[in-house]
């Protein structure tokens, strides 16, 4: 197998564009997705600072190596990196300092905030005390309120998350599969500035997982390669495996999904994106009076008082 660029020994075949490409010519393919995703999305200024969310996975880790290899000799261009502890036993204390490490390595000034800090508990504490609802509905809705109320505290414009492709393509099915059409308005990007909300830019959106997992090995990124121990627990998996299956008959649909996504999003917004409010309990942006995150602290603050009664 050849390179389709230079006719070299080629490394990988991407399917979906019917080509091979060497090493070198892989990675400036993956670059050029990258640059394109975040021009498309987003129009940085010279003195915008931004927060980059890093687990210390694979996708997160390749994030923070782009953003940094393309904007970390802007001039007065601030990049700030932050590592959410759920507190999962361990799990998110080893993420953190691969997460830790590397961002000291590219000068980039890192913190790792906490669910106990900001919530009050954490997803070990959800997972004892509720028996119905999966911890990781609990830990989605906690992550993305600390991320936004710290993102707010440090004054970042932007919050950068590493989505990839995989992971917006199993969302879109998730919504439309569950008939729910306003959070699939909802979706990052954000490209409308909302009082109180920090617009999410994906770098990585149009690249697909395998791509990733490539490209941080061929570079030598470092990165934790664990999986969260409540991740088999997720629904997320079914539609994770039903398109894999899906794009081995067609190496193109989940590019096709995120077509689908860019063409219905800015008509669903229309109707379905509400001005946002303050939660009355934390101040918080939502859309109605209590935002998710409340909602379910005060779930688990009424479960963990049945419990303690029995």
């Known amino acids: 197998m ?19 490409l060497c090493k070198e010519h892989f990675m400036e ?31 997160s880790m390749l994030t923070l190596y782009f953003m940094h290899k393309i904007f970390g000799r802007w001039k007065d261009f601030e990049m700030l990196a932050v ?5 999962i036993g361990d799990f998110r204390k080893k993420c953190a300092e691969v997460a830790r490490d590397y961002a000291k390595q590219l000068g980039i000034e890192h913190r790792t905030i906490t669910f106990k800090e900001y919530i009050g508990i954490t997803t070990d504490d959800v997972a004892r005390v509720d028996k119905e609802l999966k911890p990781c509905t609990y ?3 906690f992550r993305r309120k600390v991320l ?6 440090v004054g970042a414009k932007y919050l950068i998350l590493g989505l990839n492709l995989d992971d917006i393509a199993q969302s879109v099915i998730m919504n439309v599969t569950r008939g ?7 979706l990052a990007p954000h490209r409308k500035v909302k009082s109180g909300f920090i617009p999410r830019i994906l770098p990585l959106r ?20 664990g999986r969260c ?20 008959r067609d190496p193109a649909v989940k590019f096709s999904i995120l077509n689908f996504l860019d063409e219905i999003k800015p008509l669903v917004e229309e109707k379905y994106v509400k001005e946002l409010r303050p939660c009355k309990i934390c101040g918080e942006p939502t859309t109605g009076e209590i935002c998710k995150a409340c909602q379910l602290k005060m779930r688990y603050e009424k479960l963990s008082k049945e419990g303690l009664s029995h």
């Not at 936004?148 to 505290?153: D, I």
């Open 206 to 225: 149009s690249v697909l997982e395998e791509e990733v997992r490539l490209f941080v090995n061929l570079a030598q990124i470092p990165y934790y390669p």
């Open 29 to 59: 393919f993956i670059e050029r997705k990258v640059k394109r995703e975040i021009r498309e999305q987003v129009r940085f200024q010279r003195d915008d600072r931004v927060l980059i969310a890093i687990s210390g996975g694979k996708d």
């Open 148 to 153: 936004n109320t710290y993102a707010k505290e």
């Open 180 to 186: 729910d059409v306003a959070r699939l308005a909802r």
């Open 229 to 248: 121990p409540y991740a088999p627990l997720a629904v997320r998996d079914l539609y994770r495996e039903f398109l894999n299956n899906l794009e081995k």
């Open 83 to 87: 590592t959410v502890d759920e507190g």
């Open 139 to 141: 830990c989605g809705v």
């Open 2 to 20: 050849r390179c389709s660029k230079c006719g070299r020994e080629a490394i990988v075949k991407i399917r979906y564009a019917g080509i091979s």
